[in-house]
C-alpha cells in the first residue's frame, strides 16, 4: 500500500508560481513511478509530469519549459514546481503512484495504481 498526500494548492493571478507538493509514504520502493495528474472541470483528466522506471521525465506538452517535476527521496516527497501559471492550468492536482511490472522490472508512470486526494489550483486572468 501507498499513501500519497498532496499540499500547496492555491488561487494566484495569471504569471505567478506556486510550488505544489506530495508525501509519499508506505511501500514507495515498490512503487518508482510517482507524477503528476490534473483534471479541469467537465475535462478528462491528464498527465502532467511523469517519471517512468528509468528516471525518464515526460511533461505535457502544455506545461513544458513552465513546470518542473522533482524528487527528494529522502524526504519521500514529490514536488511541482509551477511558474508563468495561465487560466488554462486550473484544475485539480493529483500525484499517483504506479506499480513497476513484476516481470519487465519497469512502470512508465501513465497508469497508476495509487492517488492521492488531490489539491486544487485556480489561476484567473
Known amino acids: 500500500q501507498v499513501d500519497l498526500v498532496e499540499s500547496g494548492g492555491g488561487s494566484v493571478q495569471s504569471g505567478g508560481s506556486l510550488r505544489l507538493s506530495c508525501v509519499v509514504s508506505?511501500?514507495?520502493?515498490?512503487?518508482?513511478?510517482i507524477g503528476w495528474f490534473r483534471q479541469a472541470p467537465g475535462k478528462d483528466r491528464e498527465a502532467v509530469a511523469l517519471i517512468d522506471s528509468d528516471t525518464n521525465i515526460k511533461y505535457a506538452d502544455s506545461v513544458k519549459g513552465r513546470f518542473t517535476y522533482s524528487y527528494d527521496q529522502e524526504k519521500k516527497t514529490l514536488y511541482l514546481y509551477m511558474r508563468d501559471l495561465k487560466p488554462e492550468d486550473t484544475a485539480m492536482y493529483y500525484c499517483?503512484?504506479?506499480?513497476?511490472?513484476?516481470?519487465?522490472?519497469?512502470?512508465?508512470?501513465?497508469?497508476?495504481?495509487?492517488w492521492g486526494q488531490g489539491t486544487q489550483v485556480t489561476v484567473s486572468s
Open positions: 499517483a503512484a504506479e506499480r513497476a511490472d513484476p516481470v519487465y522490472d519497469y512502470c512508465s508512470g501513465s497508469s497508476p495504481n495509487y
Open positions: 508506505g511501500h514507495v520502493y515498490k512503487t518508482p513511478c
